[in-house]
Nanobody, 118 residues
Framework: QAQLVESGGGLVQAGDSLSLSCAAS????????MGWFRQAPGKEREFVAA???????SYADSVKGRFTISRDNAKNTVNLQMNSLKPEDTAVYSC????????????WGQGTQVTVSS
């Protein structure tokens, strides 16, 4: 059974940096596209970033230039480095995985809270 476990959330001030990590198990990691999504209170879940098995990346416009997604296929981990954080980045951040030939993400972590104070 695939499992994704996030870590690294917390409370920071605007302008600070924070790094999230997601450890994957129970799947052939290198076959999966990994993504980060977030959900703020009262809002729908939104895409943040994704990284394909070969290393190509995609970002939401709202985080482009501030966030960096990376993966380590040897360690089965995907990271999200978040710089220049803003209060509007406050949300529960979740890691997700989908096989390269799937449209929808298949597996989700439980999420980790990121709170950015002004």
């Amino acid at each position: 059974q695939a499992q994704l476990v996030e870590s690294g959330g917390g409370l920071v001030q605007a302008g600070d940096s924070l790094s999230l990590s997601c450890a994957a198990s129970g799947l052939t990691f290198s076959f999966y596209t990994m993504g980060w999504f977030r959900q703020a209170p009262g809002k729908e879940r939104e895409f943040v970033a994704a990284i394909w098995s070969g290393g190509s990346t995609s970002y939401a416009d709202s985080v482009k230039g501030r966030f960096t997604i990376s993966r380590d296929n040897a360690k089965n981990t995907v990271n999200l480095q978040m710089n220049s954080l803003k209060p509007e980045d406050t949300a529960v951040y979740s890691c997700s995985a989908k096989r390269f030939n799937k449209y929808e993400y298949e597996y989700w972590g439980q999420g980790t809270q990121v709170t950015v104070s002004s």
